[in-house]
Nanobody
């Protein structure tokens, strides 16, 4: 059974760091692009960034460039979102999604989604 499971969320102080993990069960992640998204209360879901399957190239939304890093470990069927210099406005539920595709996109056209993990940035 295919399942996408995010973990690693929590409470962090402004300026702090957090790394989210996305483990995918039921398929071999090698041929799948991974996207990361977030949704803050009262706001629409937005793209954070993504990583392609073929060459591991990454794309980031402008607000995350230089602060967030996406990576993957196909052997572990896992994707990662490392977040540095976190700000209160980064508070949101973070979602991981996968799609059988060569290249990724920060638009939410992915087939398979996780349930999300809460990230709260507050002092």
């Amino acid at each position: 059974q295919l399942q996408v499971v995010e973990s690693g969320g929590g409470l962090v102080q402004p300026g702090g760091s957090l790394t989210l993990s996305c483990v995918v069960y039921g398929l071999a992640l090698d041929n799948y692009a991974i996207g990361w998204f977030r949704q803050a209360p009262g706001k629409e879901r937005e793209g954070v960034g993504c990583i392609s399957s073929v060459d591991g190239s990454t794309t980031y939304a402008d607000a995350m460039k230089g602060r967030f890093t996406i990576s993957r470990d196909n052997a572990k069927n896992t994707g990662y979102l490392q977040m540095n210099s976190l700000k209160p406005e980064d508070t949101a539920v973070y979602f991981c999604a996968v799609e059988r595709a060569v290249y990724c996109s920060i638009y939410p056209w992915y087939d398979y989604w996780g349930q999300g993990t809460q990230v709260t940035v507050s002092s």
